[in-house]
């Protein structure tokens, strides 16, 4: 028999859960992230524990996308009247960030889904959350899971993609650090060391007279030993001060510039041992202060607990160019699912480096359109505000997918961030003299060559694995305009620019620079070799890109350091570099046209799938871009863009006799020899009164009367100023009193000793 009551009561169940389906239908969701791609070679392990910790980074819309984008690039193109007029933090979130309102509802909405909001961006393009994977999977209708890789641990990935109700659709972007499998991977290697072996005869690389840092005996030891490659009897090292002499960089010393008050911030996943920092800074005698900022815990990566020595060989590339530089190290956990964003905004939005190096990468199919994108939008925010970013090409040649990367395929791609046009991507080359079939260490005097860097394909646990300097044509960004515009004979569009499949006619194209990388003509370094991450460290020989991106953000900061520059950052390099290559090629840049001097590679096909892609070749090539730099040129000629000399006049408009109360209008006129645009500030006005910042018209209605003595001063982008002086008389309006008139006729009364009587 079945009770009344309880019919009742199934009822009223089925009515709520009725009018509960009916309220999810009615709030639509939208996608804001992808599933993760699972390619062969990944299997499902088994859902991820609903009690396990996650943090996440919720990227936000820009209220003017189409509007950043245009300035990022207005900002860092010479002639363009907006060039130079790099943001604040505050003024790019004022600007360009998600409006306080849209701010305010998304943490709201986070709250109310039971996560927990951590931090919201200075920029106003992030918020960080955190909450349990059971509470995240409903947050966002989303299905984690757990996945195994090979020669990696289980990781989490989404196998659906993130979703948020309509009503936040305009003002979220992306939900990331949810698949694992996007993890950018170190862009090159620490090198075991060689137990010893050494080319014949040779007991130490001899020092080469710089005027810079003087590698210690140790160093000089390990350039001579043999540095294990595809060729060993033929690899070597070099120590710093090679480096800076094969560059250039000498004659930027002997004008005491050693990169003295710029910072150069670090991308860094991998653990760091402050003692090879100081054990590398000891050796060479230099003394840069190294911070470490970690973005996800209170305490700093592996601090004195042994490091796996990419960290290390990125801070120390940049030691060994620009050794009075300061260095930020910005840290987070590889483990972490959001590492990547979080380091990027942290960078963006603290704003306390102008030169940036990544040597991370990830093959652009990997990542996912939403992560490049919101990714797009903090590397215009870095441009807006005059950062530098330099990242690693890859180390996977032409196929930038292809192994060890956890992919077994080998078409044709770049990595991103490389990719992204706000970022100068960094090829790597070899560096040797002799010739391609008996390559010889460079001494400093003989002839120097820089060839390709293909170590060609071999044979790693089974897999054929290839290892080359990154390039190719993007598929997700169209060619910008600092290389669709460059000279013709340059070679930057040739017969490969129309292969690409990015949805426009011409594609990005990567890299825009290089330097040495090749793991046979490596650098010498104090780190822990390999991904032991438990110390060892030793003297021994790196290689691949993580070594030429750094070194470039090492040559930017002693850029930004010359007296030309005038202490102005020259922000995104990419246009400058272009047009001077476009101007006088060879005056800047030493071409990168030969083979390997170990492989006999004349392209970048790391493993054999793409023969004879992509060749290098006169000029502009899509393996390692324009090629070396000449830093005695290269550095005064960013200058000469970023801070050219002219000459500023301002005109007094001599005394200028106001009414009290009433509009005014008065232009300072000024003039630029340069034909630049002007900036216009003003000290000492009246209250009521202001200055146009573009026309230098004094506008308002002067509230005070008195005798004012003013200073105008204009500007133009490139610190060019001058001021001049002069008098406003404001007086008081006809029949009406002035404000601090009446006090003194108070006062006045006072003084007179008039008093009322006292009552009776």
């Given at each position: 028999?079945?009770?009344?009551?309880?019919?009742?009561?199934?009822?009223?169940?089925?009515?709520?859960?009725?009018?509960?389906?009916?309220?999810?239908?009615?709030?639509?969701?939208?996608?804001?992230?992808?599933?993760?791609?699972?390619?062969?070679?990944?299997?499902?392990?088994?859902?991820?524990?609903?009690?396990?910790?996650?943090?996440?980074?919720?990227?936000?819309?820009?209220?003017?996308?189409l509007g950043l984008q245009a300035f990022s690039t207005a900002?860092?193109?010479?002639?363009?009247?907006?060039?130079?007029?790099?943001?604040?933090?505050?003024?790019?979130?004022?600007?360009?960030?998600?409006?306080?309102?849209?701010?305010?509802?998304?943490?709201?909405?986070?709250?109310?889904?039971?996560?927990?909001?951590?931090?919201?961006?200075?920029?106003?393009?992030?918020?960080?959350?955190?909450?349990?994977?059971?509470?995240?999977?409903?947050?966002?209708?989303?299905?984690?899971?757990?996945?195994?890789?090979?020669?990696?641990?289980?990781?989490?990935?989404?196998?659906?993609?993130?979703?948020?109700?309509?009503?936040?659709?305009?003002?979220?972007?992306?939900?990331?650090?949810?698949?694992?499998?996007?993890?950018?991977?170190?862009?090159?290697?620490?090198?075991?060391?060689?137990?010893?072996?050494?080319?014949?005869?040779?007991?130490?690389?001899?020092?080469?007279?710089?005027?810079?840092?003087?590698?210690?005996?140790?160093?000089?030891?390990?350039?001579?030993?043999?540095?294990?490659?595809?060729?060993?009897?033929?690899?070597?090292?070099?120590?710093?001060?090679?480096?800076?002499?094969?560059?250039?960089?000498?004659?930027?010393?002997?004008?005491?510039?050693?990169?003295?008050?710029?910072?150069?911030?670090?991308?860094?996943?991998?653990?760091?041992?402050?003692?090879?920092?100081?054990?590398?800074?000891?050796?060479?005698?230099?003394?840069?202060?190294?911070?470490?900022?970690?973005?996800?815990?209170?305490?700093?990566?592996?601090?004195?607990?042994?490091?796996?020595?990419?960290?290390?060989?990125?801070?120390?590339?940049?030691?060994?160019?620009?050794?009075?530089?300061?260095?930020?190290?910005?840290?987070?956990?590889?483990?972490?699912?959001?590492?990547?964003?979080?380091?990027?905004?942290?960078?963006?939005?603290?704003?306390?480096?102008?030169?940036?190096?990544?040597?991370?990468?990830?093959?652009?199919?990997?990542?996912?359109?939403?992560?490049?994108?919101?990714?797009?939008?903090?590397?215009?925010?870095?441009?807006?505000?005059?950062?530098?970013?330099?990242?690693?090409?890859?180390?996977?040649?032409?196929?930038?997918?292809?192994?060890?990367?956890?992919?077994?395929?080998?078409?044709?791609?770049?990595?991103?961030?490389?990719?992204?046009?706000?970022?100068?991507?960094?090829?790597?080359?070899?560096?040797?003299?002799?010739?391609?079939?008996?390559p010889v260490p460079w001494n400093g005097s003989d002839a120097?060559?820089?060839?390709?860097?293909?170590?060609?394909?071999?044979?790693?646990?089974?897999?054929?694995?290839?290892?080359?300097?990154?390039?190719?044509?993007?598929?997700?960004?169209?060619?910008?305009?600092?290389?669709?515009?460059?000279?013709?004979?340059?070679?930057?569009?040739?017969?490969?620019?129309?292969?690409?499949?990015?949805?426009?006619?011409?594609?990005?194209?990567?890299?825009?620079?290089?330097?040495?990388?090749?793991?046979?003509?490596?650098?010498?370094?104090?780190?822990?070799?390999?991904?032991?991450?438990?110390?060892?460290?030793?003297?021994?020989?790196?290689?691949?890109?993580?070594?030429?991106?750094?070194?470039?953000?090492?040559?930017?900061?002693?850029?930004?350091?010359?007296?030309?520059?005038?202490?102005?950052?020259?922000?995104?390099?990419?246009?400058?570099?272009?047009?001077?290559?476009?101007?006088?090629?060879?005056?800047?840049?030493?071409?990168?046209?030969?083979?390997?001097?170990?492989?006999?590679?004349?392209?970048?096909?790391?493993?054999?799938?793409?023969?004879?892609?992509?060749?290098?070749?006169?000029?502009?090539?899509?393996?390692?871009?324009?090629?070396?730099?000449?830093?005695?040129?290269?550095?005064?000629?960013?200058?000469?863009?970023?801070?050219?000399?002219?000459?500023?006049?301002?005109t007094s408009p001599g005394t200028i006799r106001l009414r009290?109360?009433?509009?005014?209008?008065?232009?300072?006129?000024?003039?630029?020899?340069?034909?630049?645009?002007?900036?216009?500030?003003?000290?000492?006005?009246?209250?009521?009164?202001?200055?146009?910042?573009?026309?230098?018209?004094?506008?308002?209605?002067?509230?005070?009367?008195?005798?004012?003595?003013?200073?105008?001063?204009?500007?133009?982008?490139?610190?060019?100023?001058?001021?001049?002086?002069?008098?406003?008389?404001?007086?008081?309006?006809?029949?009406?009193?002035?404000?601090?008139?009446?006090?003194?006729?108070?006062?006045?009364?006072?003084?007179?000793?008039?008093?009322?009587?006292?009552?009776?």
């Amino acid at each position: 028999m079945i009770r009344r009551g309880a019919i009742i009561c199934t009822l009223v169940s089925l009515v709520v859960l009725a009018a509960a389906t009916t309220a999810t239908a009615a709030r639509p969701r939208v996608p804001v992230g992808d599933a993760a791609s699972l390619t062969r070679g990944v299997s499902i392990a088994g859902p991820v524990r609903a009690a396990r910790r996650m943090r996440l980074t919720i990227g936000l819309a820009s209220r003017d996308p189409l509007g950043l984008q245009a300035f990022s690039t207005a900002v860092t193109t010479p002639g363009s009247p907006q060039y130079g007029r790099f943001l604040t933090v505050r003024q790019f979130a004022h600007r360009f960030g998600a409006t306080d309102g849209a701010l305010a509802q998304v943490r709201r909405a986070l709250r109310a889904e039971g996560l927990t909001v951590l931090t919201t961006a200075a920029d106003h393009l992030a918020v960080t959350v955190s909450g349990d994977a059971g509470t995240i999977e409903r947050a966002f209708d989303t299905r984690l899971e757990q996945v195994r890789i090979a020669r990696r641990a289980r990781v989490t990935v989404n196998t659906t993609a993130p979703t948020v109700p309509a009503s936040l659709a305009r003002d979220v972007d992306a939900v990331l650090g949810l698949d694992g499998l996007a993890e950018p991977a170190a862009a090159g290697s620490v090198l075991t060391p060689s137990a010893g072996a050494r080319r014949p005869g040779a007991d130490a690389r001899p020092r080469m007279a710089t005027g810079g840092p003087q590698p210690c005996p140790a160093a000089r030891r390990t350039a001579a030993q043999l540095a294990p490659g595809t060729s060993p009897i033929r690899s070597f090292g070099y120590t710093g001060d090679a480096i800076a002499a094969a560059y250039g960089v000498p004659s930027l010393y002997a004008r005491g510039d050693f990169g003295q008050g710029q910072t150069v911030a670090v991308f860094e996943q991998q653990s760091l041992d402050p003692r090879d920092i100081a054990a590398y800074q000891a050796c060479d005698g230099t003394h840069a202060v190294v911070h470490i900022r970690n973005v996800d815990r209170p305490a700093p990566v592996d601090t004195g607990v042994g490091g796996d020595g990419e960290a290390a060989l990125d801070v120390e590339q940049v030691i060994s160019v620009a050794p009075r530089a300061s260095i930020i190290v910005y840290a987070a956990a590889q483990s972490d699912q959001d590492g990547t964003d979080a380091l990027l905004s942290a960078i963006a939005s603290q704003d306390a480096a102008k030169v940036v190096s990544i040597s991370y990468s990830t093959c652009e199919a990997a990542v996912g359109r939403t992560a490049i994108e919101y990714e797009a939008k903090l590397f215009e925010e870095m441009a807006a505000q005059g950062q530098s970013v330099f990242a690693s090409s890859g180390d996977q040649g032409a196929e930038g997918c292809s192994p060890p990367n956890g992919s077994d395929r080998t078409d044709l791609t770049v990595a991103d961030p490389a990719s992204q046009p706000t970022v100068t991507g960094v090829g790597g080359t070899a560096l040797y003299s002799g010739s391609a079939a008996d390559p010889v260490p460079w001494n400093g005097s003989d002839a120097l060559t820089e060839g390709i860097w293909n170590a060609g394909p071999f044979q790693q646990q089974g897999t054929t694995v290839g290892q080359a300097t990154g390039g190719g044509l993007s598929s997700l960004w169209a060619m910008p305009r600092f290389q669709s515009r460059a000279a013709a004979p340059l070679g930057v569009v040739d017969g490969f620019t129309a292969t690409g499949h990015c949805g426009a006619r011409a594609c990005r194209e990567v890299p825009d620079v290089s330097a040495d990388a090749d793991w046979s003509t490596g650098v010498v370094v104090y780190a822990a070799p390999g991904d032991n991450g438990a110390g060892g460290s030793s003297w021994t020989v790196a290689g691949g890109t993580s070594v030429s991106a750094p070194l470039w953000a090492g040559f930017a900061a002693l850029t930004d350091a010359q007296p030309s520059c005038r202490g102005l950052s020259i922000g995104d390099l990419n246009p400058s570099l272009y047009a001077l290559a476009s101007a006088d090629y060879g005056a800047y840049f030493r071409d990168v046209d030969a083979p390997s001097p170990f492989t006999a590679a004349t392209s970048n096909d790391a493993t054999g799938a793409h023969p004879g892609t992509y060749p290098v070749g006169p000029g502009y090539d899509l393996a390692t871009g324009l090629g070396a730099p000449m830093m005695g040129s290269l550095a005064p000629a960013l200058c000469a863009r970023r801070a050219p000399v002219y000459v500023v006049t301002v005109t007094s408009p001599g005394t200028i006799r106001l009414r009290a109360h009433r509009h005014a209008s008065v232009t300072v006129r000024a003039t630029d020899s340069g034909g630049a645009r002007l900036r216009f500030a003003a000290r000492g006005l009246p209250a009521g009164l202001s200055i146009g910042a573009r026309t230098g018209r004094i506008t308002g209605r002067p509230t005070h009367p008195g005798r004012y003595r003013v200073t105008v001063r204009a500007a133009d982008f490139a610190a060019n100023a001058a001021r001049t002086r002069f008098t406003i008389v404001v007086r008081a309006a006809p029949g009406r009193a002035s404000r601090s008139s009446a006090p003194r006729s108070a006062r006045g009364r006072r003084a007179s000793g008039t008093r009322r009587a006292p009552r009776a």
